[in-house]
């Protein structure tokens, strides 16, 4: 290896301490890498592989960082910031160089770095009891939910991949986990946290983020704040700096909300993820102004409410809006005016804001006064209660920042004239220097003769005037050379000198001076954050109230009433995603008292059922967010918990076969619905044997409607298990319509009382373009089964059985 030079030295030693992150190792206007870090940057980012001293060398321009940076991420990167810590002309030797910031995709405060609605990090530990105690946050806001489960290790990753965290922190004792998580998503950001980040000593590390706040009071165990106080050393660690910003942590699952599991929340479809974007509850709700807004519309989503008062105060909201057209209109209209101030706040809170983020704030904070004037003289006149409008801080950036600063702190741009004297004067000879340049030159011009004779200034020579070869004999004595181009001769000469020399002294100057007054204006800030988080809480608040009522106006929705029993009757409900995306949408009832709660429900493939089920569950979820409804009239009970298994997958990583998969779903709500939950099943049993199938599904049904009282939809194949309702009172059949014609069969879409006659797989493969030879044999094999299994001559025996009776279980103590 070729030797190493002072600054690679400086590097190395540097990279040492980081050697689980790229270093970008700042050199002048550009972000350096070297040696194997090189290679693997200028792979990723597709740069130019240099060499210096025989050294691998990529570098990228310090101004396009954000650009790589996020690119370095997504490639499951940490990446090392190594800033100069002087400027170069004050530097004696080697100028100081420090890293001042980790980066990873759960610590990016950068604005067009972040995915707007989802930047949320886990860090998971086991504790001594073998429950899972999770911390889950968003840096960039501050948000912070903590929780206790009892997961199985297959339940563990499938709460990890499918709440598309973007980052995963995981204890000494979990490492493992890591390559299986890997195996599903490659790019997730992963690290295994050493033990003493789980420091005993954790209520100093609260305190020092929280102040005073009494932490027992919120209900923690000490194992979940061991695991909280372990996340802000992280951040600590990474960041280089106490986290103030965030809020107070909430409990994951508690008993003001419904706590919809992961396969809920995917199969009613109500987040997006990469494949369902545009096609989910959310994007059809989101009527929002604010990033701060969708966010807030995401949570409702995944936690809707318990409390009848509380869902009926949110509806209340709503539906003032509703009514008042201009109110909600006017509204839309001051609300696009306000910005992220919820992240700007973060940003200020760690002195990384910039001038645009203070604009954006001051922009946010000018239409406050409007909404809060507009909100008093409606029927919401109470909205903002006693929230503070910090009008005071509109006035401090207003008197401290230019209109149009730009972001580049130091050049003088940025702080108003009228704040330092100092820097006006600084700046004035700063600025004035141009046409000090040309007075200078057409004095010189003058004296000399010399016609073309040209002031002027660079970057690196200084100050000089210029002039042609031709005429260089005759400048005066007192000209000094300074540099020799090829048609012209550059000279300096004293009073020149003098004014350079200024000239950078002021400039140095503006620098420390607009930096230094920029800084004292985010910490004065700074002491505001947490009001302007309270302010931005009620904004986004009102922001997603306003949109249900929106989106409730343009389609056509309902409010909801809600009954204390199961009393349910949704009247030409609709599913409101699938009713955007078809050309004709038939809606359909649901009807069920206390005695009727179960509702087996049967059609061929394709006819609808599965939407049906979706709808049920979605209208519910809608209703317990406080949202109008997509139906002509709904009475609903308010549940506790939404189970769903629908659909069929495999479980790749512990080579969990469907039907295992599918039965683990299952035992996971027998555990865990209650009376007052909702359980929708669609076509469980499918994925072994028909006989099997047909049993276990008709076991699962008599001990959810016999036992646990769910409201329940099942829809399935299986006719057969329709007879239950012959058995049962209280299990009700129905099925959807179709109309057989010569030509084969058409779906109708609508729900009615009985049983499907055929299960019409065979005309699904028909209509899918089988050959027609498939389609005939298709139909003698099934003549000849069903006639040879008779299954419901056998089961039409269950009549004479009396009634099974099971047990209550007690303790169902499981969370997830
Ligand atoms: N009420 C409705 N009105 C209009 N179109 C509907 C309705 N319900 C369903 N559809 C359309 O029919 C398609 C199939 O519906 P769905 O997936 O619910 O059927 P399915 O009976 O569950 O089928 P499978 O048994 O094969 O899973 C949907 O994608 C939708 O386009």
């Known amino acids: 290896m070729a030797s190493l030079t002072p600054m690679i030295r400086q590097y190395l030693e540097i990279k040492e301490q980081y050697k689980d992150a790229v270093l970008l190792f700042r050199l002048g206007d550009f972000y350096e890498t070297f040696f194997e870090d090189a290679k693997r940057v200028s792979d990723i980012l597709q740069i130019v592989l240099t060499n ?43 100028i100081k160089r420090e890293v001042t910031r980790i980066i990873t995709p759960g610590t990016i405060i950068e604005e067009n770095m972040l995915d707007e609605i989802n930047s949320f990090s886990l860090l998971i530990k086991k504790n001594d009891d073998r429950k899972y105690i999770v911390s889950i946050f968003d840096f960039s806001t501050g948000e912070v939910y903590l929780d206790s489960f009892e997961f199985n290790e297959s339940e563990l990753i499938d709460f990890i991949i499918s709440s598309n965290f973007v980052q995963i922190l995981l204890s000494e004792e979990l490492k493992d986990l890591s390559k299986k998580i890997k195996e599903i998503n490659n790019k997730i950001y992963i690290e295994s946290l050493d033990e003493w980040y789980f420091s005993k000593n954790y209520k100093n590390q609260l305190e020092e983020s929280y102040g005073s706040i009494d932490f027992n009071i919120l209900g923690f165990s000490k194992d979940e704040l061991i695991t909280f106080s372990a996340v802000l050393k992280y951040l600590e660690v990474t960041q280089f700096s106490k986290v103030k910003h965030f809020k107070i942590p909430k409990r994951l699952k508690t008993l003001e909300y419904m706590y919809i599991d992961s396969n809920t929340v995917t199969n009613l479809g109500l987040i997006p993820s990469n494949e369902t974007k545009g096609k989910t509850l959310y994007d059809i709700l989101k009527k929002t102004k604010t990033p701060m ?93 006693d929230i503070n409008l910090l009008q005071n801080i509109k006035e401090k950036i207003n008197n401290t920042l230019f209109e149009n600063a730009n972001n580049d702190v130091g050049k003088g741009f940025v702080i108003k004239e009228g704040v330092s004297k100092e820097l006006d004067e600084y700046r004035n000879l700063s600025f004035d220097i141009d046409k000090i340049l040309k007075e200078i030159e057409n004095k010189e011009k003058e004296k000399t003769g010399i016609t073309k004779l040209k002031v002027g200034r660079n970057k690196i020579y200084g100050f000089y005037v210029e002039v042609s070869k031709t005429q260089a004999n005759l400048v005066p004595e007192y000209y000094i050379r300074r540099q020799t181009l090829t048609n012209n001769e550059r000279f300096i000469f004293e009073e020149l000198k003098d004014l350079e020399k200024k000239m950078i002294i002021a400039e140095d100057k503006i620098r420390k001076i607009e930096k230094k007054l920029y800084l004292e204006l985010l910490e004065w800030l700074n002491s505001y954050t947490q009001k302007i988080k309270k302010l931005s809480d009620k904004i986004s608040e009102l922001d997603v109230l306003r949109s249900f009522a929106e989106i409730s106006v343009l389609n056509n929705y ?32 649901f009807d069920i008292d206390n005695e009727n709660f179960f509702i087996i429900l049967t059609g061929p493939n394709m006819s609808g059922k599965s939407t049906y089920l979706r709808q049920v569950g979605i209208i519910s979820v809608m209703a317990q967010i406080g949202c109008f409804v997509p139906a002509k009239k709904a009475l609903l009970p308010i549940y506790d918990r939404i189970f769903t298994r629908i659909g069929a997958r495999d479980d790749i990583i512990t080579g969990k076969s469907t039907f295992l998969m599918e039965m683990l779903e299952m035992s996971t709500i027998l555990n865990n619905a209650t009376k007052n939950s909702l359980v929708l099943l669609d076509e469980v049993g499918r994925g072994t044997s028909t006989l099997d199938g047909i049993s276990v599904a008709w076991a699962i049904s008599e001990y959810i409607f016999q036992v646990i009282g769910s409201i329940s939809i099942f829809a399935t194949h299986y006719t057969e298990l329709t007879m ?45 373009g089988f050959p027609i030879d498939i389609i005939t044999r298709s139909k003698e094999v099934l003549d000849l089964i069903s006639n040879k299994i008779d299954l419901e001559n056998n089961l039409k025996k269950m009549k004479n059985v009396k009634k099974k009776r099971y047990k209550v279980p007690k303790g169902q103590i499981k969370i997830f």
Do not use: W
Request: glycine share 4%.
């Open 52 to 94: 210096r001293n025989g050294h691998p060398m990529a570098g990228i321009p310090y101004h396009a960082l954000d650009n790589y940076l996020k690119k370095l991420l997504e490639n499951g990167l940490k990446v090392a910031i190594c800033e100069q810590l002087e400027n170069p002309e004050d530097a004696k030797g080697i």
């Open 724 to 768: 239950m309702a012959d058995i049962y009172e209280g299990v009700t059949t129905k099925r959807v319509k179709v109309l057989e014609t010569e030509n084969g069969v058409i779906f109708l879409h609508k729900i009615e009382d009985g049983v499907s006659d055929n299960s019409y797989g065979i005309e699904v493969a028909k209509l899918a």
């Open 558 to 589: 309902v409010r909801p009433t809600f009954t204390e029993n199961k009393k349910s009757k949704i009247m030409q409900g609709r599913h409101p995603v699938v009713e955007k995306f078809s050309k004709e949408y038939t809606s359909n009832d």
């Open 293 to 385: 807004g969708n966010r807030l519309l995401r949570e409702y989503l995944l936690r809707p409410l318990i409390d009848k008062n509380v869902i009926e105060n949110r509806l209340n909201n709503v539906e003032i809006m509703y009514k008042d057209r201009l109110l909600m209109n006017e509204l839309k209209e001051y609300l696009s005016y306000i910005r992220d101030i919820d992240r700007i706040s973060t940003r200020i809170s760690l002195l990384k804001a910039t001038p645009s983020d203070i604009l954006a704030l001051k922009t946010s904070l000018n239409a406050i006064p409007y909404i809060y004037e507009l909100l008093e003289s409606s029927e919401l006149s109470n909205f903002f209660e």
